[in-house]
């Protein structure tokens, strides 16, 4: 950008469209407002017949059960309400933080702003894997290619060129158009915002778009089942229940109402949503945790994964990479200063730094890395200070862009050459951007009077392509085949010191050919990043939790695996690069893949192949991503992730989870969230069904075994709404048991009640039901009365339901084993529970309500004692 110039819009010119226009989005917000929500209670089948049923009664005269049962009703819509409605809440902010920005001119700066503030006339700019924001034509393009499938179903990209600047018409396959909603593959674009919103080709489709969101997990859609088969035994035992008292002589009405409060009690149709609640809980602890999860489904296969494949730079890695040493044909130069730290000397090994302007062949090579590059650093100083001086103070730089760029232009500065000094010799004319596939750049320039492009790259690409290298005066000589050798075993040597390796080259044409063969050698710069500490952590967590991890890079096999070793995970395992990898069949791959932990030299497609592999095993695959060709590879992963700093849009679209500091720590602690919640799913649900079985059993027994009816609607009503709401999900809020991660993976196909939970809910069903019809017949053996009988039974039932939950926090170990009170929420739930039971029985004005009466001291031990009795027995089984 020239000075003086602006370009683009002005924030109060695109404030001002914003309003008329109207923002960048389509579709109306898939939110579901409250009252939706809140109705959304009330669908319940059961709720309906009982609601109508209270209806009748009250036409029947009574009046005071009617309330109470729409009061309950009502409340339990409450609860229900406001979990859902968090939930929403949760999903929503989830939404807002993915959506997507764009790389907008305003007030002639560049800024990064939400994609849904664009206006037509703003100017954009585009580069390989961005999502494209909106309908826009092309001002100028450099090798640019856009992925139109999403609109057109073609699935080859098709090259973008600048047009007629004022062409407004977004119709459909325009050279000059680059279309909402399609991704860009390849190049960089500069681009006039022309259609925003529904009036782009995308948002005219947009009606077509599936919310895929809302779809329900594996677990949620088998949870529903089973809910239905227990709904159906539940309806039959109610029938059962209705028609035994029937024949007995009961009021009829009477029954239907208990029949139906039962079903209402006893079936769970809450389950999914539970279930939804805490995952969606578990979303959004996560996200606190810096992972971002885009669906809930992911939560639960996190839990599941048995190998992660993750990516080096960065993830495993700092990605803050330094230039330690710049090896010419003649010399190497070592570099002080780690980091982004401003300070830092140039030395030839020893103490003594040497004036870097001497040595010719280095000078070149820092003046090829300052070149090509796209990043840029600056420290807090104003630009004129930047000279050496300056540089030598204080501080840090601030770097944008590629940090392997910025770590050459940072030990270019070390030597007092940066982009400014450069400035006046060397024109840009047009660059070759780097790309994982090719493993190189090229800049093409006009250097004093003669044009130059100057390489950077791989070794292996680089140096095969060097007929020529230049020696200590900056002459040109001639690569002999020793020098050539020599040359090689530099780079091995470099890499096996866990550097990465940038060979750097130049030579003189007119036109950029980045297929040039006959170039100068210049030198290798050699550039350390060390293994994050917490990845080196983390990578322990893994092996303990029996989860595979791999590492993946475009890097030197011997820089992997110097890196691998420092990180702690080669352990034995192999490396492979992506070439030895063609040479492998299908076959051979997945005999073999478990022995590697490292592949080297890899490019996306490779990733594909060992995503699939890895899948053939029958393994759950984790594979995270940044660049734009890695998203195949992380849509086919069982949970896909993507980088949240370093990635591309295409990539955390694609992705089921992003982390937002690229960090595998994260990514970890996310598996041990997944696990955790899948583990508390189960304890909520082993609850909520051993409970349930209690209760009708009561009924069903009384019933039959020609006892009077055990509870009243209202008081069954009553249970479940102490027992069920609350504790249900303060267990599902439990935090990891400390072993969590010293298990085995548990596998995806896995039966949900296996380990013998099935057996465990049914005997506890049937423990708690039989120990309330004792306390029934014990007090009415001790005399009391019917109302009292069914007041114990009250709290019988109550109790070893508020026992049993604390059981449930553990699969492992026993109630006596565990602190009561490592869930203090659980507690409180649970102690919520227990005063709105003695309110129920010692009130007055409730007793009335609910049918109590307050038993004598001996009745109320016999109904307490029934209820400790329960886990006492079940230690015996
Ligand atoms: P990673 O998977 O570790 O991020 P990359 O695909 O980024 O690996 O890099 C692979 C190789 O490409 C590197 O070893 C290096 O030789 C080369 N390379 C990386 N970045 C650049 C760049 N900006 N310019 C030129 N070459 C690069
Ligand atoms: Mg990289």
Redesign the pocket.
């Known amino acids: 950008m020239r000075k003086g110039e602006s370009m683009g819009l002005t924030e109060k010119e695109a404030a001002e469209r914003l309003k008329t226009e109207g923002e960048n989005v389509f579709g109306e917000s898939r939110k579901t407002g409250p009252m939706k929500i809140f109705l959304g209670q009330f669908k319940d089948i059961m709720v309906m017949i009982l609601l109508a049923a209270t209806v009748v009664s009250v036409l029947l005269g009574e009046i005071s059960d009617a309330v109470t049962i729409i009061l309950i009703v009502l409340l339990n819509a409450i609860l229900g309400f406001v979990q859902e409605y968090r939930t929403e809440h949760t999903l929503e902010a989830l939404r807002s933080m993915t959506s997507p920005t764009a790389k907008c001119w305003r007030d002639g700066r560049l800024s990064e702003i939400d994609a849904a503030f664009l206006v037509t006339g703003d100017i954009i700019e585009l580069e390989a894997g961005d999502r494209i924001p909106a309908d826009c034509a092309v001002l100028k393009a450099a090798g640019f290619f856009s992925d139109e499938s999403i609109l057109t179903g073609e699935s080859t990209a098709v090259g973008k060129t600048a047009g007629d600047a004022s062409d407004r018409d977004n119709s459909l396959n325009k050279p000059n158009i680059v279309y909402c909603g399609a991704s860009a593959v390849k190049g960089t674009c500069r681009a006039e915002v022309i259609a925003t919103g529904k009036n782009t080709q995308m948002g005219r489709i947009s009606e077509m778009l599936t919310d895929i969101d809302k779809e329900a997990t594996p677990l949620q859609k088998r949870l529903a089942e089973l809910g239905k088969v227990v709904a159906v035994i539940c309806l039959v035992v109610c029938i059962a229940v209705f028609g035994a008292g029937v024949l007995r002589g009961e009021n009829v009405f009477d029954m239907l109402m208990t029949g139906i409060t039962i079903a209402i009690a006893a079936i769970p149709e809450g389950l999914p949503a539970t279930v939804t609640i805490a995952l969606a809980l578990a979303v959004s602890r996560m996200m606190k945790q810096k992972a971002l999860v885009n669906k809930l489904h992911s939560v639960e296969t996190l839990g599941c994964t048995s190998v992660i494949c993750s ?4 993830t495993i890695t700092e990605n803050k990479m330094t230039v330690t040493e710049i090896a010419t044909v003649h010399e190497d130069y070592y570099f002080s200063g780690m980091g982004y730290r401003v300070s830092g000397a140039v030395t030839k090994g020893g103490d003594i730094a040497i004036n870097p302007m001497n040595e010719k062949a280095l000078t070149e090579s820092l003046r090829c890395g300052v070149i ?2 796209t990043a840029e650093i600056s420290t807090q100083e104003t630009p004129k200070s930047r000279n050496r001086g300056a540089l030598a103070g204080k501080g840090e730089w601030k770097v944008t862009g ?1 940090p ?2 910025a770590a050459l232009l940072i030990a270019a500065a070390k030597a007092g050459i940066t982009k400014e000094s450069l400035s006046g010799n060397c024109r840009i004319i047009e660059e070759y951007p ?1 790309d ?1 596939e090719t ?3 090229a800049v093409h320039c006009s250097y004093g009077s003669e044009k130059r492009i100057y390489f ?4 292996e ?1 680089i140096l095969p392509r060097c007929s020529q290298y230049m020696d200590e005066n900056g002459r040109p000589a001639a690569m002999t085949a020793a020098v050539r050798r020599g040359l090689e075993e530099k780079a091995g040597e470099m890499s096996d010191k866990a550097l ?4 750097l080259a130049v030579c003189t044409s007119d036109k950029l050919e980045p297929d040039r063969g006959n170039l100068v050698f210049l030198g290798f710069a050699g550039m350390t990043d060390p293994p994050r500490e917490e990845a080196k952590t983390a990578i322990r967590k893994c092996a303990s939790a029996s989860v595979k991890t791999v590492m ?5 096999k011997k ?2 695996v110097a890196v691998a070793a420092k990180a702690g995970l080669l352990k034995g395992g192999m490396a492979i690069t992506g070439a030895e990898l063609d040479k492998l069949s299908d076959e051979e791959l997945d005999r073999d893949i478990g022995k590697y932990t490292v592949f080297a ?2 490019e996306p497609v490779h990733k594909l192949r060992i995503v699939k592999s890895f899948k053939r095993r029958g393994e759950i695959v984790t594979m995270t991503g ?2 734009v060709n890695d998203a195949p590879a992380v849509k086919e992963a069982d949970v896909g992730v993507a980088m949240g700093v370093t990635g591309t849009d295409v990539t955390k679209q694609a992705a089921d989870v992003i982390l937002m500091d690229d960090n595998l720590a994260t990514l970890v602690n996310a598996v041990e969230q997944g696990r955790c919640v899948y583990a508390n799913i189960r304890k909520f649900v082993r609850y909520l069904l051993s409970c349930n079985i209690g209760e009708v059993l009561t009924m069903f027994l009384g019933i039959v075994m020609g006892m009077p009816i055990i509870l009243l609607p209202v008081q069954i009503l009553l249970v479940n709404l102490v027992t069920d709401g609350l504790p249900a999900i303060a267990l599902g809020m439990e935090k990891p048991e400390s072993d969590i991660m010293n298990r085995p993976p548990r596998r995806s196909d896995e039966g949900f009640f296996s380990g013998g939970l099935m057996w465990k809910i049914v005997l506890r069903g049937v423990l708690i039901g039989l120990s309330t019809l004792a306390s029934f017949t014990t007090v009415m053996r001790l005399g009391g009365s019917v109302e009292v009988c069914r007041t114990c039974a009250l709290i019988t039932l109550v109790v070893s339901q508020l026992i049993h939950v604390f059981e449930c926090r553990s699969e492992r170990r026993s109630i006596f084993r565990m602190n009561p009170f490592g869930n203090m929420k659980l507690v409180g739930a649970a102690a919520v529970s227990f005063a709105v039971l003695a309110a129920a029985v010692m009130i007055p004005q409730l007793q009335v309500v609910f049918s109590t009466v307050a038993p004598d001291i001996i009745q109320l031990l016999a109904a307490i004692g029934f209820s400790i009795a329960v886990p006492l027995l079940a230690a015996f089984f």
């Open positions: 990516d080096k730079t960065g090509c590059s590629d392997t760029e780097f994982s493993r190189f750049m950077k790259g791989a070794e690409v990465r390796v940038l060979a993946i890079t475009g890097d030197h820089t992997a030299r890899v940044d660049g």
